[in-house]
């Protein structure tokens, strides 16, 4: 069956490293993937989008690719802070003639002191 | 300011009893849906709305109407709400792209619900 995988278990880094976060998907190749990041209790916030024919994007400190032979989304977190601690969810169109986004279980990020 | 609103954020209630929990967006958003989270299963969608008197069954809708009579407005209906719908409930909406591609997904802050 069509799915999508994040990494269920909590990323732990100390502050200043990179994060990298991990969204592979299986089957269907998506027009667009999505990330978002929520804090417990809140709606998720939108943070990035990328294209299929994209194969990497960059806002700030945060940076996507997109490996459509993978199958696979890298999401990273340069100079990661304790502000950056959250949950981090991909989305993407998981059947073909659609664009309407799936959401992985998403990973925590947890950024040390 | 951008923003979805739902209403109740909190709410107790028992089995049986017919709530609605609502939702509203001042973007002029055509595409509306609403999920449900709940641990270790991640965002679910129960119901999605690609404009006014069009909606269409998500991946959990058991249980669960909804209806799309004004664009701004898409509330969610427990007719008769179990405990296994005790949960977290979120909606979003985000405009259309080319080809009707969802876009950027506003969410509201989220509605918790308990059914004893």
């Known amino acids: 069956s069509q799915k999508i995988e994040q990494n269920s278990e909590a990323l732990n880094i100390q502050e200043g490293k990179t994060a990298t976060l991990t969204c592979n998907y299986t089957?269907?190749?998506?027009?667009?993937l999505q990330w978002y990041r929520q804090d417990p209790g809140r709606g998720p916030v939108f943070l990035l989008l990328?294209?299929?024919?994209?194969k990497e994007k960059r806002k700030e400190r945060l940076k996507v690719t997109f490996d459509t032979t993978l199958k696979q989304s890298l999401f990273h977190i340069t100079a990661s802070q304790p502000a950056d601690s959250a949950t981090y969810l991909c989305a993407l169109p998981l059947s073909g003639g659609s664009y309407i986004p799936t959401f992985g279980r998403g990973t925590s990020l947890i950024v040390h002191p | 300011e951008a923003q979805v609103t739902q209403n109740p954020r909190y709410l107790i209630t028992v089995t049986g009893k017919k709530l609605t929990v609502t939702c509203s967006q001042n973007m002029n958003h055509e595409y509306m849906s609403w999920y449900r989270q709940d641990p270790g299963l991640g965002l679910r969608q129960i119901y999605y709305s690609m404009n006014v008197e069009v909606t269409d069954k998500g991946d959990v809708p058991e249980g669960y109407k909804v209806s799309r009579k004004e664009k701004r407005n898409f509330p969610l209906i427990l007719e008769s709400p179990s405990p296994n719908q005790t949960s977290l409930y979120f909606c979003?909406?985000?405009?259309?792209?080319?080809?009707?591609?969802?876009?950027?997904?506003?969410f509201g802050e989220g509605s918790r619900l308990t059914v004893l």
């Open positions: 990328i294209r299929e024919n994209e």
């Open positions: 089957n269907y190749s998506p027009a667009y």
């Open positions: 979003a909406s985000s405009g259309l792209g080319l080809a009707g591609a969802v876009g950027e997904l506003f």
